[in-house]
């Protein structure tokens, strides 16, 4: 599973800006990053080369975040591709939280980055043959 920083941000003018100035402050490079907003809010959520420091600089700058593990599987370039790895976690009975697309740049694929709660998710996917990522 990779490491995900989530980080709960004000929905302001700048306020990706500010954020962002602190993982570059601290050389740290994002790999991929989701921004969903609300009225006031919203969570970013990043995966970045060191997840952790990530976090000590962004809670040492004032926000609040976290991280978390989440699925990285490898897609083909084809359509059907995310259908099939979804249909496959339905029949497995397996729930997803949330689900994003990126991109993998040593292999030149996409990746679908998902959160789960179910624990036995990789094992699956490695049985049904997918390819997962631990890095970026």
């Known amino acids: 599973m990779l490491n995900q920083v989530s980080v709960f941000a004000e929905n302001t003018k700048g306020a990706l800006r500010k954020m962002t100035s602190v993982l570059a402050d601290a050389n740290i490079n994002i790999y991929t990053m989701l921004a969903n907003d609300s009225a006031e809010f919203g969570i970013i959520r990043l995966i970045v080369t060191d997840p952790e420091l990530a976090v000590a600089k962004l809670q040492e700058a004032g926000y609040q975040c976290h991280a978390d593990k989440v699925v990285a599987v490898e897609m083909g370039d084809t359509p059907g591709c995310l259908d099939k790895i979804l249909d496959n976690l339905r029949q497995a009975n397996i729930s997803i939280d ?39």
């Open 98 to 136: 949330y689900l994003y697309i990126s991109y993998n740049r040593q292999a030149g694929t996409p990746v679908a980055v998902f959160k789960t709660r179910e624990m036995e998710t990789e094992t699956f996917l490695r049985g049904k043959g997918y390819t997962l990522l631990d890095t970026f």
